[in-house]
């Protein structure tokens, strides 16, 4: 990979600056040019954890399972290991994505072994279909309880594929009533090599107010668990009217290139399909 030099970005809002950049700064990596090997992510995890008294698994090279007969999430369940390809991009996201959401990904893993348990590891399950995805190329969307109005408008606009409305007119509510959070790590991983048609499933999350006087440790704390808690909210995402899709690159800040041409690309910002289910995420409300 390229070179990336990385700004310090741990005071400003997650969507303030480009994600990966954002993402570095929070693990103090700076000038990176290889996937960090398998110790280095232990080591990470180990100061987050200490730090923040979280259960993070172990990252254990994934070569030492070739013989394992255990399913992926079974392995992570049992003996809290997750197989980790070294120096791999797909896999180092993954870790970091652990070690900033674990109760998350801990309620992700428990959902797919009751599935699992009920149905048998193959085929999936349509909930771990979606649990999959949410996994791979979810983005939460933060929301602190003062500002529900307003960001249920940006959101009813998104839901609605109303992109102009919710990019541009409340462009300015992204960082201040609205706060994205990627926590799929496949996302990540194409933000390597950023494209038109980088699309993600979003979920959104209402966080107290304290969030936005908050480090950013503490906001993704905060967001780990109300994350959780919408997961537990919508049984593990069983219906297929919860997710919506979000085109990443529009995303105020997210992309280097955001002017009137771009948004006006309709092979990447695209209608509402008129067979189109409404999300049962909406209206966001405080529980």
Not at 89 to 94: E, V
Not at 200 to 218: G, M, R, Y
């Amino acid at each position: 990979m390229k070179s990336v030099a990385v700004s310090h970005a741990l005071g400003q809002s997650p969507c303030s600056t480009l994600p990966l950049s954002s993402l570095f700064a929070c693990f103090g990596m700076q000038d990176v040019q290889n996937a960090p090997d398998i110790d280095e992510l232990n080591n990470l995890a180990q100061r987050f954890s200490g730090a923040n008294s979280r259960q993070i698994p172990a990252f254990v090279d994934a070569g030492c399972f070739e013989q394992d007969p255990r399913y992926y999430e079974t392995i992570v369940a049992e003996a809290s290991q997750v197989p980790t390809r070294n120096t791999h991009w797909h896999d180092a996201f993954n870790a970091m994505i652990w070690m900033l959401f674990p109760q998350s990904k801990h309620r992700l893993n428990r959902f797919h072994i009751a599935d699992i348990s009920q149905y048998g590891a193959h085929p999936r399950t349509p909930r771990r279909n979606r649990l999959t995805h949410f996994d791979e190329c979810g983005v939460v969307l933060a929301v602190p309880a003062s500002y529900l109005e307003q960001a249920n408008q940006l959101l009813e606009a998104l839901a609605q594929h109303q992109w102009q409305r919710a990019f541009c007119e409340f462009k300015q509510a992204w960082g201040s009533h609205v706060y994205p959070f990627i926590f799929g790590h496949a996302i990540y991983e194409m933000l390597l090599n950023p494209f038109i048609g980088l699309t993600a499933k979003w979920l959104a999350v209402v966080v107290p107010d304290e969030f936005t006087e908050s480090s950013v440790n503490q906001q993704f704390q905060m967001v780990d668990c109300a994350l959780e808690l919408r997961l537990l909210e919508f049984d593990g995402l069983s219906s297929k009217q919860v997710l919506k899709p979000l085109p990443v690159l529009g995303v105020p800040g997210w992309s280097n290139t955001q002017n009137d041409a771009f948004y006006a690309n309709t092979d990447y910002f695209r209608p509402l399909s008129a067979s189109a289910l409404p999300t049962l995420q909406l209206p966001l409300t405080c529980q």
